[in-house]
Antibody
Framework: EVQLVQSGAEVKKPGESLKISCESS????????IGWVRQMPGKGLEWMGI????????IYSPSFQGLVTISADRSTRTAYLQWTSLKASDTAMYYC?????????????WGQGTLVTVSP | QSVLTQPPSVSGAPGQRVTISCTGS?????????VHWYQQLPGTAPKLLIY???NRPSGVSGRFSGSKSGTSASLAITGLQAEDEADYYC???????????FGGGTKLTVL
């Protein structure tokens, strides 16, 4: 079965940079997408963007375009979510999701989440 | 404000049937894009419940079912159990945004 393991919780100050990761395993196919989802404290899920590790084709939600960078290393089956200058409003739980066939498909498997806290 | 609208909360007694709606528009559900549903238990990651409008992944109880009509979709839960108490989210693709979106989420309370 597919497993997604995310990097650990982070505590950062405003203005700092950050890169969190999501490593996938348990799948033989190279045809898959990895997406990122934000959940702010006490709020709902927000679709941020998705990447095809095969060729790094990336789609961003307009709400997150230019605010974050999604990347992937095909050889290590690891996807990344990166900020260059964090704000307090970036404080949230971030989940990665595995989409087996399509960039607009369902997230069949999810990572455990990475809690990012941005505080002075 | 999400482009997919869900009721903030629904409730039902054990054994009852409840439905959760997900209302979209002609640029998402009405444009024939698939709807997917997720269950998020307190303090845990979301879990796929229904994909492609009405398909259950292996291991998901038959008490959960999905349907779609026009610009809306619904998740039905029959034989309500205490363990069903969770947040539920719909997801679809929106061609105006050129991105997928989630509904605002619905909190299910089992009375």
């Amino acid at each position: 079965e597919v497993q997604l393991v995310q990097s650990g919780a982070e505590v950062k100050k405003p203005g700092e940079s950050l890169k969190i990761s999501c490593e996938s395993s348990g799948h033989s196919s190279t045809t898959y997408w990895i997406g990122w989802v934000r959940q702010m404290p006490g709020k709902g899920l927000e679709w941020m963007g998705i990447i095809y590790p095969g060729d790094s084709d990336t789609i961003y939600s307009p709400s997150f375009q230019g605010l974050v960078t999604i990347s992937a290393d095909r050889s290590t089956r690891t996807a990344y979510l990166q900020w260059t200058s964090l704000k307090a409003s970036d404080t949230a739980m971030y989940y990665c999701g595995f989409a087996a066939y399509s960039s607009i498909g369902s997230f069949d498997y999810w990572g455990q989440g990475t809690l990012v806290t941005v505080s002075p | 404000q999400s482009v997919l609208t869900q009721p903030p909360s629904v409730s039902g007694a054990p054994g009852q049937r409840v439905t959760i709606s997900c209302t979209g528009s002609s640029s998402n559900i009405g444009a024939n894009y698939d709807v997917h549903w997720y269950q998020q238990l307190p303090g845990t990651a979301p879990k796929l419940l229904i994909y492609g409008n009405n398909n259950r992944p292996s291991g998901v109880s038959g008490r959960f079912s999905g349907s779609k009509s026009g610009t809306s979709a619904s998740l039905a839960i029959t034989g309500l159990q205490a363990e069903d108490e969770a947040d539920y989210y719909c997801q679809s693709y929106d061609r105006s945004l050129s991105a997928s979106v989630f509904g605002g989420g619905t909190k299910l309370t089992v009375l």
